[in-house]
């Protein structure tokens, strides 16, 4: 180990060519100290004449480095070899990089192949011990990186046989010398076969039994397994060309790495003596963080783990997802398709070499320790219950919010034209022709195609919000939910959430009265969004606090923005702290979000421009920026709407009003009334209110009779209950 250490420490200190400079176009290299080496994409002709590299003589057929003044390149992979390393074949000292041999050589030969150096050449000025650098690094150095069938057999295709079984006797495949069976690779032309996980081991791997550099796969020549001490046999080996450690595949790959079986039966041996091993580190195939006491290892695949974690269970439930059940796994790459790179608890990266917790209905990914942290609800699950536990929470509580009253087949897909729904007295029909000025009743937004519409009312619901179910499970909330909704026409609510006011659709908590808008709720029901004013997904902070628990008598608010008014962050797009209780923050950069920004409709209407004007996060002109409707400046940091045909620019509560969310001019009759009231806005010529006589100056009722003056206030409770009782 000390051997190995020390050499790739001085692998590290001397390279020929920095891994920093490597990256540039242009070089400098020891070899060539005349002029600068360009990096050139491909190289397959010069002077109708084979380019050879200038430093293992080898032909050059992809990226190379070049002299534009000399006859002089060299492979990417020749110029950033160490200047100095150390090998067993000699151990006595250090040998060291030179461009060609030594000048007072007559002939240089290698002492290890005995064949002629005539450019690059490690070299050991005390002992004169020569090797060239084919022999210093082994075979394959210099091969492309490849999967096995592509150079196991170069001369002819390989045709996939993904059922076929193999019963006659000498039939083996050509990698690992087993006899073939299941699916495989075979040549036509020769009695050539590849067993399918053979032909498509990957060209380079990490094992923690050799942490300090990946191997890579080369062509075999009877090396010895440094794991199993024996002799390899396959026809090709895992191997380090710096510290000449090799596995055969068959220690790289072993049962336990490539069983789907979660009930896989680890043999867990401690690896040494504890007093022996306190000074040795290790990072843990389990759960992916150090330990410096005595690991355990899995005599079957190497695997080496804390003791906590042997019992690691299998499968648990968390209410931090919206998926019942995560998966533990010690190799993600094998497990999961399109893996994220970041734990959807506590939104810090994830290293997938080693194990964590995934959802199998989705890419969500967490760290063991912080699975197992938020885990008040989780519970490990038998093997016998699997199917049952794959039901999903969505599954759970999947009644409809509406009744199919007419539907139409067209081919396989159905289409549902006619419905009746709870929140609507009629029934409403599908529609796609859209107006830009109607508006969702369900989420107050912007109406989009296909919508559902009534045919004797101004009452429309877009098919979000139709297919929401009446019951639903939100993971920051420890009872179901339910969509409701009032039929008082100007009955309004505040969300919990945004704290804005609205009226429409929203999901309530019965136990603690929990009132989240519908235009909220689609939003954070995902462990992360992407939004549209920001390059990197966006999560909601995970910690035990953030379950809402159910306070009867009181609203069941979230923690983290509630109490602490100090530590609330400033919101990105509109830079207020103190209106949305609830932020969104970037999994990469300090981007934070309120949810009254995150939620603002892409599009808006105002009477002052006849184009819709769209949300606009950045104006790379904005030199004086003003907003055209109330004529005083904006802050050119923030978000603002913007009609691009009329240079019209806006911030968004002077674009989308006081009320954003509440329909105006909609009408309904009270008792205490004899005329029909209708729901409005005063800006100006306030006049005084019918029951407390204070000027309305903000949301009101006003009666439509052009007759009769009667206005009371709305959002004064013993006023507008006035109508009422």
Request: with cysteine; proline share 7%; net charge negative.
């Amino acid at each position: 180990m000390a051997y190995q250490s020390l050499a790739l420490a001085q692998h590290l200190s001397f390279p020929a060519l920095s891994s920093e400079r490597a990256r540039d176009m242009e070089v400098e290299h020891f070899s060539h100290p005349d002029h600068p080496l360009i990096l050139i994409n491909q190289v397959l002709e010069y002077s109708c004449e084979l380019v050879l590299c200038s430093g293992c003589e080898g032909p050059i057929w992809g990226p190379c480095y070049s002299c534009t003044c000399c006859y002089f390149f060299l492979h990417k992979t020749c110029a950033v070899l160490p200047r100095e390393i150390e090998r067993r074949i000699h151990p006595r000292h250090p040998l060291h990089l030179l461009a060609k041999p030594p000048s007072h050589y007559t002939t240089c030969v290698c002492d290890r192949c005995r064949k002629t150096c005539n450019s690059f050449v490690y070299h050991c000025s005390f002992c004169e011990f020569d090797l060239d650098i084919k022999c210093a690094f082994q075979p394959g150095f210099f091969y492309v990186d490849s999967q096995a069938h592509q150079f196991a057999h170069k001369d002819h295709p390989l045709i996939l046989n993904k059922e076929k079984e193999y019963h006659g006797e000498g039939v083996m495949c050509s990698v690992c010398k087993e006899p073939m069976s299941g699916p495989s690779y075979s040549c036509t032309s020769c009695n050539f076969f590849l067993h399918k996980k053979c032909a498509e081991l990957p060209p380079e791997i990490k094992r923690h039994i050799h942490p300090e550099h990946p191997l890579r796969l080369l062509p075999n020549q009877d090396m010895i397994c440094d794991f199993c001490n024996k002799t390899c046999y396959e026809s090709f080996v895992y191997c380090c060309f710096f510290c000449e450690f090799n596995l055969h595949i068959k220690c790289a790959f072993p049962p336990c790495i490539d069983a789907a079986d979660q009930n896989q039966r680890h043999q867990f041996r401690r690896l040494l003596n504890p007093l022996s091993f306190k000074s040795i580190s290790f990072t843990c195939n389990a759960c992916g963080t150090d330990g410096d006491g005595s690991p355990f290892m899995c005599t079957t695949c190497h695997l080496v783990v804390h003791e906590e974690c042997i019992s690691l269970p299998g499968t648990l439930e968390t209410a931090l997802h919206h998926h019942p059940r995560i998966i533990h796994t010690y190799h993600p790459q094998q497990c999961i398709e399109s893996i994220n790179k970041y734990c959807g608890i506590c939104r810090r990266e994830v290293d997938t070499e080693y194990g964590v917790y995934y959802c199998p209905d989705c890419e969500f990914v967490a760290h063991v320790k912080c699975s197992r942290e938020y885990g008040d609800s989780a519970t490990e699950t038998a093997g016998e219950n699997e199917e049952e536990h794959r039901v999903t929470v969505d599954d759970q509580f999947m009644e409809p919010s509406f009744r199919v009253v007419r539907e139409i087949k067209h081919g396989e897909e159905r289409i549902i034209q006619e419905i009746e729904h709870f929140s609507h007295q009629h029934n409403l029909i599908l529609n796609d022709k859209v107006d830009d000025d109607l508006k969702c009743d369900g989420c107050m937004l912007p109406i989009s195609t296909p919508f559902y519409s009534c045919v004797s009312c101004n009452f429309f619901l877009d098919k979000t919000c139709i297919e929401l179910p009446r019951r639903k499970k939100w993971h920051y909330h420890e009872n179901q939910l339910t969509l409701s909704w009032n039929r008082g026409s100007h009955h309004l609510y505040n969300c919990d959430v945004c704290n804005q006011d609205f009226r429409g659709l929203r999901y309530t908590c019965a136990i603690c009265g929990l009132c989240i808008d519908v235009r909220c709720f689609k939003s954070i029901l995902k462990d992360s969004f992407k939004h549209g004013g920001h390059e990197h997904p966006l999560y909601l902070p995970a910690s035990r606090k953030n379950i809402l628990r159910c306070n009867i008598g009181g609203r069941g608010l979230p923690p983290w923005a509630a109490d602490d008014r100090e530590n609330i962050p400033h919101c990105s797009g509109c830079c207020v702290s103190e209106e949305s209780k609830v932020f969104f923050k970037c999994v990469v950069c300090d981007f934070k979000l309120g949810m009254k920004c995150a939620t603002l409709p892409y599009k808006a209407r105002h009477e002052y421009d006849d184009h819709p004007l769209v949300l606009t996060y950045i104006n790379a002109n904005d030199y004086q920026p003003s907003c055209i409707i109330c004529e005083e400046d904006r802050d050119p940091r923030l978000w603002f709407y913007r009609c691009e045909e009329c240079d019209f620019d806006a911030h968004p509560e002077c674009a989308l009003g006081k009320y954003p969310y509440v329909k105006l001019g909609v009408v309904s009759t009270y008792p205490k009334h004899p005329h029909p009231l209708a729901v409005v806005v005063k800006t100006e010529d306030y006049p005084a209110c019918d029951t407390c006589g204070e000027p309305c100056d903000d949301l009101a009722v006003e009666c439509t009779d052009p007759n009769c003056s009667f206005i009371v206030h709305r959002k004064r409770r013993q006023c507008y209950e006035s109508l009422i009782w």
